[in-house]
């Protein structure tokens, strides 16, 4: 079946350091792929979404490109903030599959001043 | 514009009782999902409604939970009894179009947690 694979947290990182992510998917089909955001106390929030192969996401500095050759949908960006500090999940959803979003696990950031 | 509306933000209950769980999902949209986090298992969906229809029920976990969508802009998701083992965040989103699919963006309310005592 489906399923997404994110590296294991915490990550903690100094504040305008380079932040990855990584995401790896195994799907049936051709998933469409996205990034959720959970901060402290809040629910999800989409941070950026790819829909076919070679698409890159981005959004508030962050980005993801959909790598097929690799089932790859890593989150990167270039100088992180005390205020990106949450849990990151990648999610895609597979048409063959009814199109149920399928979550990764989450990965927590913590950015230090 | 208001986002997806859930009540209560925070309950807590005896090991037992009946838990009414509310959503409102943004208007104009057609789907509506709840979903569970738990630390130990993540997030999962639960249950899955498209114009007020269930659709996809098969992530409920068992014949305690039972979920409604009466109208286009109520859902509820009741457990009774109410187990320890169902404390967790419960979330409901709602989305435009079928799930996800075509990258359709599923917007998630901030979420009701429950403490079962």
């Known amino acids: 079946g489906n399923s997404v694979t994110q590296m294991e947290g915490p990550v903690t990182l100094s504040e305008e350091a380079f932040l990855t992510i990584n995401c790896t998917y195994t799907a049936t089909g051709y998933p469409s792929l996205f990034w959720y955001v959970q901060y402290p106390g809040e629910g999800l929030q989409l941070l950026l979404k790819a829909t076919k192969a070679d698409d890159k996401g981005s959004n508030k500095g962050f980005e993801a490109t959909y790598r097929k050759e690799t089932t790859s949908f890593h989150l990167e960006k270039g100088s992180v903030q005390v205020s990106d500090s949450a849990v990151y999940f990648c999610a895609l959803s597979d048409y063959n599959q009814g199109g149920k979003l399928i979550f990764g696990q989450g990965t927590e950031l913590s950015v230090k001043p | 514009d208001a986002g997806v509306i859930q009540s209560p933000r925070h309950e807590v209950t005896e090991m037992g009782q009946e838990v009414t769980l509310r959503c409102k999902p943004i208007s104009g949209h057609n789907s509506l999902f709840w979903y569970r986090q738990t630390m130990m298992r993540g997030l999962e969906l639960l249950i899955y409604?498209?114009?007020?229809?269930?659709?996809?029920d098969s992530g409920m976990p068992e014949d305690r939970f039972s979920a409604k969508m009466p109208n286009a802009s109520f859902s509820t998701l009741k457990i009774q009894p109410s187990e320890p083992r169902d404390s967790a965040v419960y979330f409901c989103?709602?989305?435009?179009?079928?799930?996800?699919?075509?990258?359709?963006?599923?917007?998630f309310g901030e979420g009701s947690w429950l403490t079962v005592v």
């Open positions: 989103a709602s989305s435009l179009g079928r799930q996800a699919l075509s990258g359709n963006t599923i917007y």
């Open positions: 409604f498209n114009n007020n229809v269930p659709i996809d």
